[in-house]
């Protein structure tokens, strides 16, 4: 169970494009769903948290409208890159967690990401 | 600001043999510490968590420790076999809703 799935795992798309990636729950609701991105050999930086039905949360440092974040139903969030330029390739990972909740310590369940590369 | 560092060194060992992983922390006091393994290409896979009132935690050949006080947690996988050579990772809740910071994941390479 507690199955994530992203998609696309693969993008190649000339710079000045929008790409949209999807994060769908399988098996459970999430009304909390994480953005990660990670770039080679390096840590998973969190980007932002995605919230059913309300407005994402975003880290320090990461532009809310180059990111768009939308998270419209207890089993799907989207990550809508605008006008990607080739310092946006990067690995983007989602995740999310059956019974969220404000003291809640359960385990994350990972996409498999989405390879982004922009030329 | 919080701090989370792994070594970043590859870590090496003999197919059979224990590795020890080493997660610490500054400027912070989590309330639970998790552990995950990512392989190349891949999404992070859940290992084990441990809260911190809690100073072990086994699962199977995995074993956690969570010292509060030295601000570390280390891992340790016992009689290593190839298929475990991967990146792990440690993170630490950073309060409410379940959102984490990571470190940068240790490589373990277990050679036959």
């Known amino acids: 169970g507690a199955v994530v799935s992203q998609h696309p795992s693969w993008v190649i798309c000339k710079s000045g494009t929008s790409v949209k990636i999807e994060c769908r729950s399988l098996d459970f609701q999430a009304t909390t769903m994480f953005w990660y991105r990670q770039f080679p050999k390096q840590s998973l930086m969190l980007m932002a948290t995605s919230n059913e039905g309300s407005k994402a949360t975003y880290e320090q440092g990461v532009e809310k409208d180059k990111f768009l974040i939308n998270h419209a139903s207890l089993t799907l969030s989207t990550l809508t890159v605008t006008s990607a330029h080739p310092e946006d390739s990067s690995f983007y990972i989602c995740?999310?967690?059956?019974?969220?909740?404000?003291?809640?310590?359960?385990?994350?369940?990972f996409g498999d990401g989405t390879r982004l590369s922009i030329l | 600001s919080q701090k989370i560092e792994q070594n970043s060194e590859a870590l090496n060992i003999q197919e059979g043999k224990t590795a020890t992983l080493t997660c610490n922390y500054t400027n912070y006091s989590p309330a639970y510490l998790q552990w995950y393994r990512q392989d190349p290409g891949r999404g992070p896979v859940f290992l084990l968590l441990i809260r911190e009132n809690e100073k072990e935690k086994r699962k199977e050949r995995l074993k956690v420790t969570f010292d509060t006080t030295l601000k570390q947690s280390l891992f340790h996988i016992t009689a290593s076999q190839p298929a475990d050579s991967a990146t792990y990772l440690c993170a630490l809740d950073v309060g409410g809703y379940n959102k984490l910071i990571f470190g940068a994941g240790t490589r373990l390479a277990v050679h036959p």
């Open positions: 995740s999310a967690s059956p019974g969220q909740g404000t003291h809640s310590n359960q385990p994350q369940h």
